[in-house]
């Protein structure tokens, strides 16, 4: 009796959790409530062992048995707002925060498709909506933030333009201002310290970039 009473007891807590958060994945250390999350995680577990109507009860509520399977759905919803919200571009040149997340989700996406470690059925939602799997992009992903990437685009789109990658100091790229002639002394300068990360090394050398 006294199990079932501890056990409708966290199951209540779980149903107050749901909402006040519109979410079921209670984090392991869940610092509001530690039992809760300690809870959750042991249902989980014991999804076997566990009667079949404290998993009929748990289902009614939407439970998450998979919590990596949420968090992936999460993570595609938010993608598939932030590209209606933004003209159908997928790309995350601002510093805030969520974007950063976002960006850094994508990249992960995309370096898992290069190395075949994504399921198909991922590979269809996201194909679905007009994902790209950029191979430089994903051969690359997760050390280069969406920042350095578009300002490495600028570079290639002078080189082709100019035939060189000795772009002065003081070159601002007209159509949106940005600083390409000091970010490529800094590339420079980076890479004299030895604080340049190898992957974007790789990338530059690919270009013929003269250091």
């Not at 990249?107 to 470690?117: A, D, F, G, N, V």
């Amino acid at each position: 009796k006294n199990q079932n009473k501890n056990w409708n007891e966290m199951f209540r807590r779980l149903v107050s959790y749901k909402k006040q958060h519109n979410s079921m994945v209670v984090p392991y250390v869940y610092i509001a409530d530690p039992k809760l999350g300690r809870w959750v995680n042991t249902q989980r577990y014991k999804k076997n062992p566990i009667s079949e109507h404290r998993v009929n009860l748990l289902d009614s509520i939407g439970f998450v048995w998979n919590a990596q399977d949420n968090q992936w759905d999460e993570m595609f919803q938010k993608l598939v707002a932030y590209k209606n919200q933004h003209n159908g571009s997928m790309s995350f040149p601002s510093r805030d925060e969520a974007d950063i997340q976002l960006g850094t989700w994508v990249c992960t996406q995309r370096h898992r498709y290069s190395i075949k470690t994504i399921s198909v059925h991922r590979i269809e939602r996201l194909e679905s909506i007009g994902f790209v799997w950029n191979e430089r992009y994903a051969k690359y992903a997760c050390v280069l933030d969406g920042k350095w990437m578009e300002m490495y685009d600028q570079l290639v789109a002078y080189k082709i333009q100019h035939k060189s990658t000795q772009v002065p100091r003081t070159y601002t790229c007209e159509n949106n201002d940005m600083h390409l002639g000091r970010w490529v002394m800094n590339q420079r300068n980076a890479y004299n310290r030895g604080k340049l990360l190898e992957k974007r090394k790789d990338l530059l050398n690919s270009i013929d970039f003269v250091w």
